[in-house]
């Protein structure tokens, strides 16, 4: 079994408050038996952005780099409680700051940095340059090694985010998430996790954030039992309510393996061929938008 924790935290209204905070409810997690600490969205900050552009540079003054202070605590702790952790921050980055995650394995090392792909540049999110690739990394655990991939937020509302990852050879997909989670958004999660027979892990902030209800939650990606073709089963592992908390679940590596050889979903009966609309940079109304960035 693959333990996931899901820290759904509110933050401290300082670095290095939440700092603190993000250690030691990594250490609380340990001891609960996880392998893997999943933080939500831009930890560092809290996810905050400046009201308007007069207050840019103060914000962006926040965002750190891998070899920070910050992140080397983070590394630490990884190291030292032999468990892999992924963290979130604002990336200092050339031009405009990143939405960035970065997991550390048992032993520290770092083993893949993602920044957000699709920024809400219709909001503050404008403020942050968008990544440019989706990663997969090949994680050493206690359960093994398991190919982690990552994608943050609203990357979730475009199904190209997890087909990709899937593509790539994730088996289990981590969420940092910072908005409300309500009908439609666990129907995406469910959905990416469905289709591409992926486990997925989403940590959330908890309601004491602005425009945050919690609900952090994770999904296997095993749909059907395998005997039975109307076998159906829940996919659920774990949903959190609405308060701080640290939620556990626990994926199930070798029964998803198995799944994902037999099952008709995923990238066996594709036709890849029929797709070249979907790369196609042209936007037709009713959908252009002015703030959109290519």
Not at 68 to 85: N, P, Y
Not at 165 to 171: D, N, P, T
Not at 233 to 245: F, H, K, P, S, Y
Request: with cysteine; charged share 25%; net charge negative.
């Amino acid at each position: 079994m693959f333990k996931v924790a899901m820290l759904q935290m509110a933050p401290t209204g300082s670095r290095k408050g939440n700092l603190e905070k993000g250690l030691l409810f990594c250490k609380q997690a340990k001891e609960m038996g996880a392998d893997l600490a999943l933080f939500p969205e831009m930890w560092n900050i809290g996810y905050s952005f400046p009201q308007d552009d007069s207050g840019f540079s103060a914000w962006a003054e926040k965002a750190i780099g891998i070899n920070s202070d910050f992140l080397a605590a983070v590394k630490g702790q990884a190291k030292q409680l032999h468990m892999a952790i992924a963290i979130t921050y604002l990336e200092k980055w050339p031009g405009l700051p990143r939405n960035t995650v970065t997991v550390f394995d048992r032993s520290g090392n770092e083993m893949l940095t993602y920044a957000k792909v699709h920024t809400c540049d219709f909001g503050s999110e404008k403020y942050c340059a968008p990544g440019d690739d989706f990663h997969v990394c090949e994680l050493n655990t206690e359960a093994g090694t398991i190919k982690i991939g990552a994608m943050i937020c609203y990357d979730r509302e475009f199904p190209e985010s997890a087909r990709i990852l899937m593509l790539k050879g994730a088996e289990i997909i981590l969420v940092p998430n910072a908005c409300p989670i309500e009908e439609h958004r666990i129907s995406q999660l469910k959905t990416r996790a469905f289709e591409n027979m992926t486990g997925i892990a989403m940590a959330n902030y908890p309601k004491e954030m602005p425009d945050c209800n919690g609900h952090s939650q994770a999904y296997d990606g095993i749909a059907f039992d395998g005997t039975d073709p109307f076998g159906y089963r829940d996919m659920l592992l774990v949903e959190a309510g609405e308060e701080e908390g640290i939620y556990i679940a626990e994926f199930d590596i070798e029964e998803i393996r198995r799944y994902r050889e037999y099952e008709a979903f995923g990238n066996a009966y594709r036709k890849p061929k029929k797709y070249g609309m979907l790369v196609s940079e042209s936007v037709e109304p009713p959908f252009i938008r002015k703030d959109s960035r290519r």
